[in-house]
């Protein structure tokens, strides 16, 4: 069983910026994979970024790239989610998730993942 917990979500103006973390109960977070997801109001879910357990991979939908980071500290079990220049659309529920693979090969479907945290809320506004 992996529990996860985001924090760092609230209210921005637009290009702002924002970090989120995730913290993963476990000892082996490590090896795990994670992604950062959001669903905003009657969209679905999308993966934002993603990246391996050794951090040696990543991965950005088109949307974001130069803009948002995704990080670990594998010795404090957290994931990141750096997020620049933050637009109104962005306004979403953002959800961290981990598919508990150890991969360099990084899944990107809503399916893959198997564990989730609740979700924290990003209010960007105009």
């Known amino acids: 069983q992996v529990q996860l917990v985001e924090s760092g979500g609230g209210l921005v103006q637009a290009g702002g910026s924002l970090t989120l973390s995730c913290v993963a109960s476990?000892?082996?977070?490590?090896?795990?994979?994670m992604g950062w997801f959001r669903q905003a109001p009657g969209k679905k879910r999308e993966l934002v970024a993603a990246i391996s357990w050794s951090g040696g991979t990543t991965y950005y939908v088109d949307s974001v790239k130069g803009r948002f980071t995704i990080s670990r500290d594998n010795a404090k079990n957290t994931v990141y989610l750096q997020m620049n220049s933050l637009k109104p659309e962005e306004t979403a529920v953002y959800y961290c998730a981990t598919d508990i693979r150890s991969s360099e090969r990084l899944y990107y479907m809503e399916g893959s993942y198997r564990y989730w945290g609740q979700g924290t809320q990003v209010t960007v506004s105009s």
């Open positions: 476990g000892r082996t977070f490590s090896t795990y994979n």
